[in-house]
């Protein structure tokens, strides 16, 4: 089975930088992207990072500039690197990984596109 393992979270002061972290293990194949989202209390999970196997990153326009995400493929590891924090940044952050959609050589049939989620790891920046 799939697993995500999240760290990094914390209480930060405002301006403050914070790296979290998503280790995937498993049986992990065909990855299409992994990414940060976060859900501050009665809002939506709102996509905060993304990168895609090919190595392209998209951000959400209130964190360009500050946050940077990247990847490790040999360690199947997700990072987001957070400076210049913001209180309005203070979320449960999670980290998401999608998979699936390719053909089997030898059977043709596709593999189900599939997400799969870490656990959630609260980031609380402090005025």
């Known amino acids: 089975q799939v697993k995500l393992v999240e760290s990094g979270g914390g209480l930060v002061q405002a301006g403050g930088s914070l790296r979290l972290s998503c280790a995937a293990s498993g049986s992990i194949e065909s990855i299409n992207s992994m990414g940060w989202y976060r859900q501050a209390p009665g809002k939506q999970r709102e996509l905060v990072a993304t990168?895609?196997?090919?190595?392209?990153?998209n951000y959400e326009d209130s964190v360009k500039g500050r946050f940077t995400i990247s990847r490790d493929s040999a360690l199947n590891t997700l990072y987001l690197h957070m400076n210049s924090l913001k209180p309005e940044d203070t979320a449960v952050y999670y980290c998401?990984?999608?998979?699936?959609?390719?053909?089997?050589?030898?059977?043709?049939?596709?593999?189900?596109?599939?997400?799969?989620w870490g656990q959630g790891t609260q980031v609380t920046v402090s005025s």
């Open positions: 998401n990984l999608n998979v699936g959609g390719d053909y089997d050589p030898w059977t043709l049939i596709p593999s189900p596109v599939t997400d799969y």
């Open positions: 990168v895609t196997s090919s190595g392209s990153t």
